[in-house]
């Protein structure tokens, strides 16, 4: 099992350095020149020495490897440079946005595990009766409508309507829980499929013909004997839509004007601050990175033939 761990930890480094070259290569590719943007934002109608001054400040006349290296070297030790924009340090501006986006995510990835259970189960305890056919339905409709359209919805109904929740900030438990609803309730209707299948495939199984046979009832059946079998295919479903979640981010914090990671993303966009995209893109990579790596290593556990496999090496 620690042989299979260290190969996971070795291509997850390797991983690092290849997504912090490809931050570093997108940003460098894109079009323009940024030493011209920054000097216009100082004074418009920049001059030929103005810009060549940008290009000595921010070392863009540099050879490319050394710009790596620097970037790289500085982004070890906290350091991913300024805003362009603000002038703001980027390393102070993501410590203060990255628990907001953490907290967003976390929390839709335990509302989407709670949904996708009650959901999963209830179809597979009344298979072909009103509860599974209402699961079904709801998972449809979960993977069917968009992060956006969900939210606003969701807005208009619990917000508007019956003033039940606030519409936007992060100021209080109840103000999460609409956030927390947009960004899982797709991933939720994706791992109901996952929990539903997963149960109907073990319920036909020898070991439930013969628990069934023996007198026991389809709910002990299912959560004693069935459900641990799907756990590792519900795990890495799961680690698959986290980094949906992820992505969802960047429509469901403007939604809710949460100030995270993926706001300051689009602020980047937006403003060609190559340097805040180049973070972004870099914070959004390692956790991906850190994400597949804990699924994988959590399959390890949960997967005999993958505990056997490394008892043996």
């Known amino acids: 099992m620690g042989s299979l761990i260290a190969i996971r930890l070795r291509n997850a480094a390797l991983m690092l350095v290849l997504a912090t070259l490809l931050c570093f290569a997108l940003v460098v590719s894109a079009p323009g020149n940024v030493a011209v943007l920054i000097a216009e934002l100082r004074t418009p109608k920049?001059?030929?020495?103005?810009?060549?001054?940008?290009?000595?400040?921010?070392?863009?006349?540099?050879?490319?490897?050394?710009r790596y290296g620097r970037w790289l070297t500085g982004a070890?030790?906290?350091?991913?440079?300024?805003?362009y924009k603000t002038g703001q340090n980027i390393?102070?501006?993501?410590?203060?946005?990255?628990?907001?986006?953490?907290?967003?995510?976390?929390?839709?990835?335990?509302?989407?595990?709670?949904?996708?259970?009650?959901?999963?189960?209830?179809?597979?305890?009344?298979?072909?009766r009103l509860g599974d056919i209402a699961s079904r339905v709801l998972a449809l409709l979960g993977a069917s409508m968009p992060s956006f359209f969900v939210g606003a919805l969701l807005i208009y109904g619990f917000a508007v309507q019956l003033r039940l929740f606030p519409s936007f900030g992060s100021e209080g438990l109840t103000s999460w829980v609409l956030p927390w609803m947009t960004i899982g309730f797709l991933p939720a209707a994706v791992l109901s499929r996952v929990v539903r299948v997963g149960l109907e495939e073990a319920m036909a199984r020898p070991f439930a013909l013969t628990a069934?046979?023996?007198?026991?009832?389809?709910w002990a059946i299912l959560f004693r004997h069935a459900f641990p079998t799907i756990a590792p295919t519900y795990v890495n479903a799961l680690g698959a839509q986290?980094?949906?979640?992820?992505?969802?981010?960047?429509?469901?914090?403007?939604?809710?004007?949460?100030?995270?990671?993926?706001?300051?993303?689009l602020q980047g966009v937006l403003f060609r601050d190559f340097m805040v995209v180049q973070a972004c893109l870099l914070v959004f990579l390692t956790f991906f990175i850190i994400l597949n790596l804990l699924v994988d290593i959590a399959i390890m556990f949960l997967d005999p033939k993958l505990r056997r496999q490394g008892a043996g090496s």
């Open 46 to 66: 920049a001059t030929f020495e103005q810009i060549h001054k940008v290009e000595e400040e921010l070392g863009l006349n540099r050879p490319l490897i050394v």
């Open 76 to 83: 070890l030790e906290g350091d991913l440079g300024v805003s």
């Open 91 to 128: 390393g102070e501006a993501l410590s203060s946005r990255l628990p907001i986006t953490l907290t967003l995510v976390v929390g839709g990835a335990c509302f989407a595990t709670l949904l996708s259970f009650a959901l999963g189960f209830m179809g597979a305890l009344w298979p072909g």
């Open 212 to 218: 069934t046979a023996k007198g026991l009832s389809r």
């Open 242 to 265: 986290g980094g949906a979640m992820v992505v969802g981010a960047i429509v469901v914090e403007p939604l809710y004007a949460l100030k995270g990671v993926s706001d300051l993303f």
